[in-house]
C-alpha cells in the first residue's frame, strides 16, 4: 500500500503545477485570442469604412467629369446662339446617348437662366426619352438651381444626398438622388443657364452596402446632421425628409458615438453599443472643376458644412460572443493539451502565421489600385518621400513620368466603362513592360499614370524611357478600332522641383504642355513652350 502511494507522488507534485501553468496559459491564450480578433477586426472595419469612402468619391468624380463634358458641348454652344429647336433635339441626343450608356442618370437637363427647363431626358428602366415641351418645368424655386447658377461658369455643384422630388411630392418607389450640375455661359461670358444631372445615388449606396461587407460590421451612411443614408435597418433612413422620424439620429440613438464622429475625422469609438469605425468624407473637396484646378469649387458656405461620415457598426453582442468563442477555444484546446502539446503548438503557430497572411492581404489591397494591379496614389506618395529624402542625403536624382491617355474618354463614352477598363488594364501592363525593378508605375487618376524613375543620370535617360513608354502604348492594339494615345510630362529632381508636390506639379504641367502641343508627344518641364518633343 507504501509502495502504491510513492507510485502517485511524483503524479501529485507534478500534477498541481502543470495544472496551474496549463489553466494560466489558457486564460492567457484566451485573453490573447480575444485581443488579436478584436484587433484584427478593427483592421477590417477600417479598410471596409475606407473601400465605403472610395466608392462615393469614384463615383461622384465619373459623374463631374460627365457634368464638364456636356457643359462644353457644340450643341449647347449652337443653342445658346440661335434658340433653335431643331439644335435642342440635337442636345437631346447627346443626352440620350449619354444616359443610356451610364444607366444611373435618372434626368439629364439643360435649364435656361429663368429656371425654365429647356432641354429634359429622362431614363425609365432601360430607355432614355426626351421630355416633349409642354411637360418641361419651372424649376426656379428649387433650391440647387439658384445655388448652381450664383458659382462661376465650369465650377461644380453637388447637391445634398436625398429623395427625389417630383411635383412637390416624395417620388415612390423612393429614388436618392444626387445633383451634379455647372452653369454654362456663351460666347460673351453671360450666363444663360445650367447642364444638371440627376445621378440614382442608389448604385452608389449599394457600392457602399457591397464594400461593407467585406468586414463584419454593419455599414452605415450618414449625413453631417447624423441621419441614416445607408443603414442597417432599424434605424430607418432618410430621417430629416419625414417629420415623423426626425428623431431617428446617430446623435438620439447613439449618443456617444456621435460625439466621438463630431471630435474626430476619422477613426473608431467602442461604446456599451459596440463598436463604431467611421471616417468623414467632404465630396466636394478635390472634385475640382471643369478647368481641372484641384480645390473644390463649391461655395464657401456649401463647403463648409458638407460632409457625409462612412461608418460600420459591431454590435456589442458580436463583441461579446467574440470573447467568448475565444475562450470556449480555448477550453477544448486545453483539455487535450498533456498529450497533444506539440500539435497545439503548431496550431497556433499556423493561427498566427494565417492571421499575419490575412492581414497583409488586406493591407496590400489598400496600396494597389484594384483595376489594374499598379500602385495606388498613397503608396506612390510615400515612395515619392522616401526618394526625395534619399536624394537629399545622397545627391543622385530621379525622374518622374506623368501620363495622360488622349482619346480615353471617347472610348468610355462609345464603348462603355467595361472597355475603358480594358484599355486601362493593357496601359498598366505597357508600363509594366517597360520599367525596371526599381522603378515604380502607379495609377493616381482616372486615366491619369506616373513613373518614378530611380537614379536617371539625366534628362535625355528620363526622355529614352519616357518615349519608349509612349510608343509601347501607341503600339498596343484593341478591338473595334478602338485607338488611344498618350501624353508625357517629364520632371528630374531637383533641377525641377525640391519637393514630391513641386514634382508632381511640374511634371502635371509638361503633360498638359505635350497635350497642348499636339498630345502624343513627351514635353520635358521647363519646356513647355517649346514645340514637340521628338
Not at 301 to 318: D, F, K, L, N
Not at 343 to 353: D, N, Q, Y
Not at 373 to 380: I, Q, S
Request: net charge negative.
Amino acid at each position: 500500500m507504501a509502495r502504491h502511494s510513492a507510485s502517485w507522488r511524483p503524479f501529485w507534485f507534478a500534477f498541481p503545477v502543470l495544472a496551474l501553468v496549463l489553466l494560466a496559459g489558457l486564460a492567457g491564450y484566451a485573453v490573447w485570442a480575444a485581443s488579436a480578433e478584436l484587433a484584427e477586426l478593427r483592421r477590417d472595419e477600417r479598410f471596409a469604412v475606407n473601400l465605403q469612402a472610395e466608392a462615393v468619391s469614384r463615383g461622384l468624380t465619373e459623374v463631374a467629369d460627365d457634368i464638364c463634358w456636356l457643359s462644353h458641348q457644340n450643341e449647347l454652344s449652337a443653342f445658346l446662339a440661335d434658340g433653335l429647336p431643331e439644335t435642342a433635339a440635337r442636345m437631346a441626343v447627346e443626352y440620350q446617348v449619354l444616359a443610356a450608356n451610364v444607366g444611373v442618370y435618372d434626368q439629364i437637363r439643360f435649364i435656361n437662366a429663368g429656371g425654365w427647363e429647356a432641354v429634359r431626358v429622362d431614363m425609365k428602366n432601360t430607355f432614355a426619352y426626351r421630355v416633349p415641351d409642354r411637360d418641361l418645368q419651372d424649376k426656379s424655386g428649387r433650391y440647387y438651381v439658384g445655388e448652381i447658377l450664383a458659382l462661376q461658369p465650369g465650377q461644380i455643384y453637388v447637391s445634398p444626398l436625398d429623395l427625389n422630388i417630383e411635383h412637390g411630392e416624395i417620388e415612390l418607389p423612393h429614388k436618392p438622388m444626387i445633383r451634379v450640375g455647372t452653369p454654362v455661359a456663351d460666347d460673351s461670358g453671360r450666363v444663360r443657364g445650367l447642364v444638371l444631372i440627376n445621378y440614382r445615388a442608389q448604385a452608389m449606396l449599394d457600392a457602399v452596402k457591397a464594400a461593407g461587407a467585406v468586414s463584419p460590421g454593419d455599414a452605415m451612411m450618414l449625413n453631417d446632421a447624423g441621419y441614416w443614408l445607408v443603414t442597417p435597418n432599424p434605424p430607418p433612413g432618410w430621417g430629416f425628409m419625414f417629420p415623423e422620424l426626425a428623431q431617428d439620429r446617430m446623435a438620439d440613438l447613439h449618443p456617444e458615438a456621435w460625439a466621438a464622429m463630431r471630435a474626430e475625422g476619422s477613426g473608431a469609438v467602442r461604446t456599451p453599443d459596440g463598436l463604431f469605425t467611421f471616417r468623414t468624407l467632404y465630396p466636394l473637396v478635390g472634385l475640382g472643376d471643369c478647368a481641372g484646378a484641384v480645390e473644390s469649387t463649391a461655395m464657401p458656405e456649401q463647403r463648409a458644412g458638407y460632409a457625409w461620415i462612412m461608418a460600420s457598426h459591431v454590435p456589442a453582442e458580436t463583441l461579446d460572443r467574440m470573447v467568448r468563442e475565444a475562450a470556449l477555444g480555448a477550453l477544448w484546446v486545453g483539455l487535450p493539451v498533456l498529450l497533444l502539446l506539440a500539435v497545439l503548438t503548431r496550431t497556433i503557430g499556423l493561427m498566427i502565421a494565417e492571421r499575419q497572411r490575412h492581414r497583409a492581404y488586406l493591407e496590400s489591397l489598400a496600396r494597389v489600385d484594384g483595376l489594374t494591379g499598379l500602385a495606388n496614389r498613397m503608396t506612390f506618395d510615400e515612395r515619392m518621400e522616401t526618394e526625395v529624402t534619399r536624394g537629399a542625403r545622397s545627391g543622385r536624382g530621379f525622374a518622374l513620368l506623368y501620363l495622360d491617355l488622349d482619346g480615353f474618354k471617347a472610348i468610355n463614352d462609345s464603348a462603355g466603362h467595361a472597355a475603358g477598363d480594358i484599355v486601362l488594364r493593357d496601359v498598366a501592363e505597357a508600363l509594366k513592360g517597360c520599367c525596371r525593378a526599381a522603378d515604380l508605375p502607379a495609377r493616381v487618376g482616372g486615366d491619369e499614370f506616373v513613373v518614378l524613375l530611380p537614379e536617371v543620370p539625366d534628362a535625355d535617360a528620363a526622355r529614352t524611357v519616357a518615349e519608349k513608354v509612349l510608343a509601347r502604348i501607341e503600339a498596343l492594339t484593341w478591338p473595334h478600332g478602338m485607338t488611344v494615345g498618350v501624353s508625357v510630362g517629364v520632371a528630374l529632381w531637383p533641377d525641377h522641383g525640391r519637393t514630391a508636390t513641386d514634382l508632381m506639379r511640374r511634371a502635371d504641367e509638361a503633360m498638359y504642355a505635350a497635350k497642348k502641343a499636339g498630345k502624343a508627344q513627351v514635353r520635358l518641364a521647363g519646356k513647355e513652350d517649346e514645340g514637340a518633343a521628338g
